[in-house]
T-cell receptor, first 116, second 121 residues
């Protein structure tokens, strides 16, 4: 199933580069998320968008800049990253902008980012 | 204190046997939801099963079932008749309704550190 797609799947960048990660969901969902998954650490929520408005920013450094132009697309713009930012970046979407406990998040395959 | 604890960093099981992956959680809320996800080496997190705190019956979804013991705050995943394709990382996650009460949203899922399951032929 390819309900949530992410490009690129792999990215290597230098600390001075600017790059963007793209996420697209084909599920008709209203909420989209960016997560960071580092080795041996639990998944960390970075940003949440609901109906194209940012509703959560979990103290993420400004070198990460999200953009949600519509309910189907989510971007993560990267600039001046550090080697410790190397991780798997996962995008997810869910139906609700609401309050249901059962609102399930569906994930994309992730972008494996390496910062040199 | 960790909200979600998965005490088994790695588990091994023989093909066709059943395996239980442990998950304990910590919450003072009465309303919460528990999720299990599978993450193969390809990276995608695949939703497996959901259990609500007020659900009277244990959730089941094909070969997956959830052994929900509310008083012990445990939500163990049981995989029956293991297959080679079940080899992956498995994550337990929780959403608490109390997060709403504090003025925040209920979007946040808290994940455990995961268990790496290896199915041997």
């Amino acid at each position: 199933e390819t309900g949530v797609t992410q490009t690129p799947r792999h990215l290597v960048m230098g600390m001075t580069n600017k790059k963007s990660l793209k996420c697209e969901q084909h599920l008709g969902h209203n909420a989209m998320y960016w997560y960071k998954q580092s080795a041996k650490k639990p998944l960390e929520l970075m940003f949440v968008y609901s109906l194209e408005e940012r509703v959560e920013n979990n103290s993420v450094p400004s070198r990460f800049s999200p953009e949600c132009p519509n309910s189907s697309h989510l971007f993560l713009h990267l600039h001046t990253l550090q080697p410790e930012d190397s991780a798997l970046y996962l995008c997810a979407s869910s139906r609700g902008a609401g309050t249901s406990l059962t609102d399930t998040q569906y994930f994309g395959p992730g972008t494996r980012l390496t910062v040199l | 204190a960790q909200k979600i604890t998965q005490t088994q960093p790695g588990m091994f099981v023989q093909e066709k046997e059943a395996v239980t992956l442990d998950c304990t959680y910590d919450t003072s809320d009465q309303s919460y939801g528990l999720f299990w996800y599978k993450q193969p080496s390809s990276g995608e997190m695949i939703f497996l099963i959901y259990q609500g705190s007020y659900d009277e019956q244990n959730a089941t979804e094909g070969r997956y079932s959830l052994n929900f013991q509310k008083a012990r705050k445990s939500a163990n995943l049981v995989i029956s008749a293991s297959q080679l394709g079940d080899s992956a990382m498995y994550f337990c996650a929780m959403r608490e309704a109390g997060y709403l009460g504090s003025g925040g949203s209920n979007y946040k899922l808290t994940f455990g550190k995961g268990t790496l399951l290896t199915v041997n032929p």
